[in-house]
């Protein structure tokens, strides 16, 4: 499995001098280690950017230098007493990574006979509260989070919501490629180039001519080792006709991607640029699975708004299956979550092989173009979808657990989810209610914490099944 990134955080903290002279000896510094504090508490997680506790605008314009050269994945403003919020607006001014707001108290209670010296050390809460009004004015998106640095389980859900909000800029400012329009009729897959550039993404859409010229540019010993590989990644494989095409393929959607920095690729493999290309001919489902397994996750029929969840649900676990779900089973309580031919290999249960085998649901003119098979291995997930809604987006989400997988004969990775809001039958009438599409993404663990906090920090709307 491949470990989510390190991500690279911000820091930033606050100071008012105001108060200085009604406040005992020591007080500043005693708030410079309460910052620093901060900053070393998030290192251990982070490749943290330490912007300094900021005392004045100036401070803050010369935090905002720093941090524009830096061009952190997310900024933390966790500070150390109540400031006026025009330091960090300073700071802020210009960058678009994703914001998190730390309220770290450092007390467990209050003690007896309070003074205003006492209460003033503690008044982080009234510096995060006056800086997410002034954001809100500003329509800035930002998610907020009150932790203490010395509980672990606090700790650990700070960790969570930075994380989560840093994967925000695992798709603002990507591209996206496309290979085929999506399928017609496909109503719930399409996007548009405004509805892209609403989360800061765009495409690069392949013609016909770009892949077949991509594809006959891939010589024959390329093609030899590639196949080689996969006896080296442990795979089981039945062998067939279309296997050197097939690999030909993946190769070529290797390079185009690669060409663009593609972060995610679909493809839509029912269309003349695929399975009725007569250069081609063939689904690319082998070249999905390869490039995913790469960290550029694929999805199918021209679902780019898929391919998108796709990558949240691999920043976010390290795993990513593109799947869907089939039917509620009655008796269980669970659904069937099953890929047609593609997927993630991460996924696939390390007690099981990954079978590769020709895809003979979807033949095309020269035959059965080579896909992989797997049992989906067991535990905590997130299915997650990514959709158009109106003039914004709408994440829709369930926790559950993959609890068994049945069926080696039905040609793509599968198994049965558990949701945990309930039976199948009523989770799915929801999964429905919420207008996610019918492709979903397949994340590794429960990720409660972390997508309200991505749907924050993209600016979008969530809903949780």
Not at 223 to 237: F, K, M, N, T, Y
Not at 363 to 379: D, K, N, T, V
Not at 436 to 458: C, F, K, W, Y
Request: some cysteine.
């Amino acid at each position: 499995m491949t470990d989510p990134p390190r991500r690279r955080v911000g820091v930033v903290s606050c100071y008012f001098p105001l108060f200085e002279k009604q406040m005992p000896p020591g007080f500043r510094d005693d708030r410079e280690r309460t910052a620093r504090g901060y900053a070393e508490l998030l290192a251990q997680d982070f490749d943290v950017v330490d912007a300094g506790m900021l005392a004045s605008d100036g401070d803050g314009e010369r935090a905002n230098a720093l941090l524009r050269e830096a061009r952190p994945d997310v900024i933390v403003f966790a500070p150390s007493m109540a400031a006026p919020p025009s330091y960090v607006a300073h700071a802020l001014a210009g960058l678009e990574a994703p914001l998190v707001i730390w309220n770290g108290p450092t007390i467990d209670r209050l003690p007896d006979g309070l003074t205003q010296a006492e209460a003033t050390v503690n008044s982080s809460q009234v510096a995060a509260v006056m800086l997410a009004n002034a954001l809100v004015r500003d329509a800035r998106a930002f998610a907020a989070v009150t932790a203490s640095p010395g509980v672990d389980d606090d700790v650990d859900r700070l960790v969570r919501t930075v994380r989560a909000a840093a994967v925000a800029s695992a798709v603002r400012g990507k591209t996206l490629l496309r290979v085929g329009r999506w399928l017609p009729g496909y109503l719930d897959v399409e996007s548009t180039a405004t509805e892209l550039a609403r989360l800061g993404v765009t495409e690069h859409a392949v013609d016909v001519a770009e892949l077949d010229e991509a594809f006959e540019a891939v010589g024959t010993d390329r093609v030899e080792s590639g196949l080689a590989d996969l006896d080296g990644h442990g795979w089981e494989r039945r062998e067939g006709s279309a296997d050197e095409r097939s690999m030909r393929l993946a190769l070529a959607l290797h390079d185009l991607a690669r060409s663009v920095n593609a972060v995610a690729a679909t493809v839509n493999c029912h269309s003349d640029v695929l399975r009725w290309n007569p250069r081609i001919g063939i689904t690319a489902c082998l070249g999905a699975s390869l490039l995913t397994a790469e960290g550029i996750p694929v999805s199918c029929t021209g679902d780019l708004p898929t391919a998108l969840a796709l990558v949240l649900a691999r920043a976010l676990s390290g795993r990513a299956l593109y799947c869907e779900f089939y039917t509620p089973e009655r008796d269980t309580g669970l659904m069937l979550l099953a890929a047609g031919g593609e997927g993630d290999p991460a996924w696939a249960d390390p007690a099981h092989p990954v079978l590769v085998e020709p895809n003979d649901h979807y033949p095309g003119e020269h035959g059965s173009g080579a896909s992989i098979s797997f049992r989906l291995e067991q535990g905590p997930a997130t299915a997650l979808s990514l959709s158009p809604a109106g003039d914004t987006w709408r994440l829709a989400w369930a926790t559950g657990e993959i609890v068994e997988a049945r069926y080696d004969t039905m040609g793509g990775p599968n198994g049965m989810f558990r949701f945990d809001s309930g039976s199948a039958f009523e989770a799915g009438a929801r999964w429905i209610a919420s207008g996610a599409t019918h492709h979903n993404a397949l994340a590794r663990g429960r990720l409660d914490v972390e997508l309200p906090v991505l749907a924050r920090a993209l600016g979008i709307d969530e809903v949780r099944v």
